[in-house]
């Protein structure tokens, strides 16, 4: 932790501009991120149509942040592996490998929340 520096308001909105510049590195280049978007607005226009339930709307936020959060890790993961060799290299593949499956773990948590919430309301 940082010790010394006082509390900067210019930092923090600098900061921001960072994560949504990074939102934006995401969206522009990572084609599964923009899939996952497509995806999730797909899933939210289902439920306003539907009109899922508060707590069924609190899941289908947090499965789809939890997606959209393990892609975000998984591109930047793969991005510096890139720059630490684009060689072939054993262990450069495993990491990229497991980062790939968290998203792929995430993503099928997400398709089976998605099915338990709307299959009732699809079949009543």
């Known amino acids: 932790m940082k010790t010394g520096r006082r509390f900067s308001i210019s930092e923090r909105i600098s900061s921001f501009r960072h ?8 969206v522009q280049s ?18 306003i149509l539907l009109g899922i339930s508060a707590s069924e709307w609190i899941a289908v936020i947090l499965v789809s942040a939890i ?3 393990t892609e975000a890790i998984n591109s930047s993961l793969e ?4 720059l630490v ?3 072939e290299n054993e262990k450069i593949r495993k990491t990229k490998d497991m980062a790939a499956a968290a998203v792929l773990f995430a993503a099928t948590a997400a398709v089976i929340t998605g099915l ?7 079949y009543l």
Not at 19 to 26: N, P, R, S, T
Not at 79 to 82: E, K
Not at 116 to 122: D, G, H, K, R, T
């Open 67 to 69: 997606v959209l959060i």
């Open 79 to 82: 991005n510096l592996a890139d």
């Open 30 to 47: 990572e084609h599964n991120f923009r899939i996952h978007l497509a995806v999730l607005i797909l899933v939210i226009a289902a439920g």
């Open 19 to 26: 994560a949504l510049k990074g939102i934006e590195d995401l």
């Open 85 to 87: 060799s684009e060689d």
């Open 116 to 122: 338990i919430i709307f299959l009732p309301y699809l």
